[in-house]
């Protein structure tokens, strides 16, 4: 379902593991969010566009367009 989380994560070079730490959670927890077990919450969605410099649309497949949206001050 997220097949876009796992593109982004094997660009970077990064493991399942990697990105749970950046998540601050298990790489079982972020493996079932790639393999759509379980639906990522509000504020993973919100750390993982940071941390890939995306929009949450582009996370969710709701856009192709991966530039963020401008950010709010």
């Known amino acids: 379902m997220y097949k876009r989380l796992r593109d982004l994560r094997e660009d970077k070079d990064m493991t399942q593991a990697q990105i749970g730490k950046v998540l601050e959670m298990s790489q079982t927890g972020y493996s079932q969010y790639e393999l759509g077990i379980n639906d990522i919450p509000t504020a ?4 993982l566009a940071l ?17 963020p949206y401008p950010r709010k001050k």
């Open 44 to 47: 993973v969605l919100k750390k």
């Open 51 to 67: 941390f890939y410099n995306t929009s949450v649309d582009y996370l969710l497949d709701l856009t192709d367009e991966p530039k």
